[in-house]
């Protein structure tokens, strides 16, 4: 009897120890959880740094009068920007551009009886780069004041630019992440889970579009220069454990 009893005994911890042992291969075999989500993160900033473009021409049959001119108007040019608190370093006058122009001469019937000389266009642009915004728009919005003095400025619309633009990406980054964490706590907990390491993270595109502007995103990334108030925004993909 003692016997038969030490057998059974014995059999039944060979069972138990079986299932403990196939249910341990089971749970580590089993793949682990996972949350896929993604993190946005927006920042609303105002450009500090403004370039600003223009150019002005002269045409005459004599190359050197219209030279002579294009002169006397960017001394001019320069005086007024002066005026206006512009600095003399900061105005950079690119090389001037001659063209020739012809008159295309057609007959009576439509045919083309060639070209005609007419003289030479010479221009010459102006580019300005500033941090004093404000100054450099408002000069860019009286700038026809020129139109007075007889001489023909065409003025580029202002482009706006930020220079703290990488410490900018690092704080989107983090705001990006963290929003990821949050939604990825509350799907956890949803789930009566809780959220584990994280596995991977991988940064989305980076856009900045201009403020209240219903300005579309890029697949590639939009980067607007236009509008002086802008809106940087970035995604993070990111992979969580589930517990």
């Known amino acids: 009897m003692r016997k038969n009893l030490s057998s059974l005994i014995f059999a039944i911890a060979i069972i138990i120890a ?16 996972m949350i896929h989500v993604t993190g946005l993160g927006e920042q609303n900033f ?51 551009s001659t063209n020739p122009i012809y008159q295309q001469n057609y007959t009576a019937n439509g045919n083309y009886a060639g070209q005609t000389f007419q003289g030479y266009q010479l221009n010459q642009s102006l580019v300005i780069e500033s ?25 580029q619309p202002p482009r706006y630019y930020y220079t703290q633009l990488e410490s900018l990406k690092l704080e989107m980054i983090a705001k990006a992440t963290e929003d990821g964490r949050i939604r990825a706590e509350r799907i956890a907990e949803n789930s009566n889970s809780s959220l584990g390491d994280l596995v991977t993270a991988n940064m989305g ?4 579009t201009g403020q209240n502007s219903g300005e579309d995103y890029s697949w590639g990334g939009t980067f607007n220069t236009s509008a002086k108030n802008k809106t940087a925004s970035i995604t993070m993909k990111l992979s969580f454990e589930v517990d």
């Open 46 to 96: 105002t450009s500090d740094l403004v370039v600003w473009e223009g150019n002005f021409s002269r045409e005459s049959k004599d190359l050197k009068a219209a030279y002579a001119s294009l002169e006397s108007d960017r001394t001019a040019v320069t005086n007024y920007l002066k005026s206006k608190g512009i600095p003399f370093e900061q105005l950079v006058f690119n090389a001037v």
């Open 131 to 155: 941090k004093e915004v404000e100054k450099v728009e408002k000069i860019s919005r009286e700038i026809t004041e020129l139109l007075n003095q007889g001489i023909t400025f065409y003025s």
């Open 205 to 208: 595109i980076f856009q900045i």
């Open 18 to 33: 079986a299932f403990v042992f196939a249910n341990a291969v089971i749970n580590r075999n089993r793949p682990q959880g």
